[in-house]
Nanobody, 115 residues
Framework: QVQLVESGGGLVQAGGSLRLSCAAS????????MAWYRQAPGKQRELVAG???????NYLDSVKGRFTIYRDNAKNTVNLQMNAMKPENTDVYYC?????????WGQGTQVTVSS
C-alpha cells in the first residue's frame, strides 16, 4: 500500500509560479508511472503531466513549456513546477502513481490563479 500526500497548492497571480509536491509513504521501485491530474467541478479528471520510470514525459498541450514534472527518489516525491501560470490553470490537482499493478491517488490540492 502506498499513501500519497500533496502539498504546495494555493493562490498565485497570473504569470506567477507554484510547485506542487507529492510525497509517497514508501520508495517506489520497478516499472511505474507518476503523474499529476487536474479536475474542475463537474468535469472529468484530466492528465496534466506524466513521468515514467524510464524517464519519458508527456504533457497536456496547454502546459507544454510552462510546467515540468520531475521526481526526487531520495525524498520519494514527484513534483510539478508550474511557471507562467494562467487563470485557466485553476483547478484541484491530484497526484497519481501507478505501481505494483495498482493506482494510487492523493487527496488533491487546490490551485487558484487570479487574473
Amino acid at each position: 500500500q502506498v499513501q500519497l500526500v500533496e502539498s504546495g497548492g494555493g493562490l498565485v497571480q497570473a504569470g506567477g509560479s507554484l510547485r506542487l509536491s507529492c510525497a509517497a509513504s514508501r520508495s517506489i521501485y520497478g516499472n511505474n508511472i507518476m503523474a499529476w491530474y487536474r479536475q474542475a467541478p463537474g468535469k472529468q479528471r484530466e492528465l496534466v503531466a506524466g513521468l515514467s520510470s524510464g524517464g519519458s514525459t508527456n504533457y497536456l498541450d496547454s502546459v507544454k513549456g510552462r510546467f515540468t514534472i520531475y521526481r526526487d527518489n531520495a525524498k520519494n516525491t514527484v513534483n510539478l513546477q508550474m511557471n507562467a501560470m494562467k487563470p485557466e490553470n485553476t483547478d484541484v490537482y491530484y497526484c497519481n502513481i501507478v505501481a505494483y499493478s495498482r493506482s494510487y491517488w492523493g487527496q488533491g490540492t487546490q490551485v487558484t490563479v487570479s487574473s
